[in-house]
């Protein structure tokens, strides 16, 4: 973070003393210290956040909310307890509608609840195309049945409440969204059996949705949305700015830097290549290649003059079969036809234009690398350059079903069946920042998503463009899965970025 102050007369510093929404700026206190000075807004934008009984803000299925109250976390008498209203199977829930969310933000809901006859809460949102949502179990403040979630959150608090959220980033732009809680039995189970109305089945207070990665501080709302402006203090032990008599230098050293933790993908651009595998491809020498009869080499290139074909045996794919390898060569001259390259069983197109030329394939068998096989092509022409690589040579991505590497993406198809490309580097508990690249897309059936080891999603797919997501890895197992399921959808995958999502001042 730069000095503040540079290129402003101590005069200029000093009168900065009213703070912008979100800026830091330089203060003159009494002491004659400068000091910085920010500010946090934050917005809760539930109505009537600790008054579930008006009828406007908040509607409820299967249950009623009457005027007695209760004492609430912050040993205020206003909490409400949600009672039932009807008998049987089925929802018992509140709900607040009408609030808006805008596509790609991160958000987060949160209340405070405390068990009555049912000892589970779920508390869901909704963004018009996508439902978010997780159960608590209100004895141990476990969380299960997470859905589209980048966290979930729990804080125990006194005489029983918990304080509950969950974390997610809205895939549409609606000011019809909405957030519902519901008195649940047991975890995942969203229609309980309540056998008698009249019955308090979850104690209810302090509602909150705002924009934020993760739950902060409660604010009570009444009739319309409320923000709070916050000042932060200085409690960094690395930037210690209300402490010090600190002045800016005319030509200041080195301001530090924020510290961005490492990739944790590997071959992220699925550019990694193997060594060669073809020996004397550029031809410098009549040799390692066998030749038919209208196939010569001289002067740097391989010449051919209509059937017949070229092949070598490359030791590092003989009998290796399913490696994927990029295979490039150059037609340097060409008067008719076309050559055809076989590469251990994974077969080429017809080329029949001078220029470089590359193609990704499987071995499916353990021949030889053909050129120009008999009655496919007939090049008359000259090529050279040939080459033969190991795509993703270190195995740093697994492939399952249609999906593929080539051309420095990743291919993800459901056209036959779910196919996955997945690679293990989470911890179970550590909260990532999650960036990648889509190309290509298309779907008109089946789905596609980024998903959890635990099969929970992480993010839906549904269009080209950088997308970035925060979420925390789940269970133990450390896979981060690319998936697309049956259907008449795909994708290209690139730039795969996996940070954990913390960041640390440098010392300066």
């Not at 032990?237 to 230098?249: K, Y």
């Not at 059937?307 to 030791?315: D, F, V």
């Amino acid at each position: 973070m730069p000095r503040q102050g540079l290129g402003h007369s101590s005069v200029d510093i000093y009168n900065m003393v009213t703070p912008g929404t979100d800026d830091p700026v330089w203060k003159h206190p009494a002491s004659g210290q400068l000091m910085v000075g920010y500010q946090e807004t934050r917005t809760n934008s539930v109505l009537h956040s600790q008054d579930a009984t008006d009828a406007e803000a908040w509607t409820k299925a299967a249950t009623s909310i009457d005027s007695t109250l209760y004492e609430a976390p912050d040993n205020s008498t206003t909490a409400n307890a949600i009672k039932s209203d009807n008998t049987g199977t089925r929802n018992y829930k509140i709900k607040q509608s009408s609030l808006t969310l805008t596509t790609g933000k991160t958000y987060t809901v949160s209340a405070h609840v405390k068990k009555g006859t049912l000892g589970f809460a779920r508390i869901k949102s909704h963004d018009g195309s996508i439902a978010f949502k997780a159960d608590f179990n209100l004895t141990t403040g476990a969380v299960t049945h997470t859905s589209n979630t980048i966290r979930t959150q729990v804080d125990v608090m006194d005489d029983d409440w918990y304080r509950c959220s969950i974390t997610f980033q809205a895939t549409a732009t609606t000011s019809a969204a909405y957030i519902e809680v519901f008195a649940i039995s047991t975890a995942g189970d969203s229609t309980p059996d309540v056998a008698v109305s009249g019955v308090i089945l979850l104690y209810v207070w302090g509602f909150q949705l705002e924009e934020n990665s993760e739950m902060s501080t409660y604010i009570p709302t009444t009739s319309s949305a409320r923000t709070l402006t916050t000042p932060l203090n200085d409690t960094s032990e690395i930037w210690d700015f209300d402490g010090a008599d600190l002045m800016p230098e005319e030509k200041p050293s080195d301001d530090g830097a924020w510290e961005v933790s490492n990739n944790l993908v590997l071959n992220h651009d699925y550019a990694d290549l193997g060594s060669e595998l073809v020996t004397n491809g550029t031809f410098d020498a009549d040799s390692n290649w066998t030749k038919d009869a209208n196939w010569s080499i001289a002067n740097g290139k391989a010449t051919s003059t209509g059937s017949g074909r070229m092949y070598q045996s490359i030791p590092g794919l003989e009998g290796n079969v399913g490696t994927v390898v990029q295979v490039t060569f150059d037609i340097v001259e060409r008067t008719s036809g076309g050559v055809v390259v076989n590469c251990y069983g994974g077969v080429s197109s017809l080329f029949n234009t001078v220029g470089t030329h590359s193609f990704v394939t499987t071995t499916t068998n353990s021949l030889n690398l053909y050129f120009n096989n008999s009655g496919q092509g007939n090049l008359v022409g000259s090529i050279d350059n040939i080459s033969v690589k190991q795509v993703d040579p270190n195995n740093r991505w697994t492939l399952t079903g249609g999906t593929s590497i080539s051309d420095g993406k990743m291919t993800v198809t459901g056209a036959s069946g779910t196919s996955i490309g997945f690679q293990s580097m989470l911890v179970q508990g550590t909260a990532y920042e999650l960036t990648y690249t889509v190309s290509n897309f298309s779907s008109s059936s089946g789905s596609t998503e980024i998903i959890n080891d635990d099969g929970s999603t992480i993010q839906s797919i549904s269009g080209n463009g950088t997308f970035t997501v925060i979420f925390t890895h789940s269970i133990a197992s450390g896979n981060l899965i690319f998936r697309a399921t049956s259907g008449t959808n795909s994708y290209q995958v690139d730039n795969v970025t996996v940070r954990e999502y913390a960041v640390q001042p440098k010392d300066i």
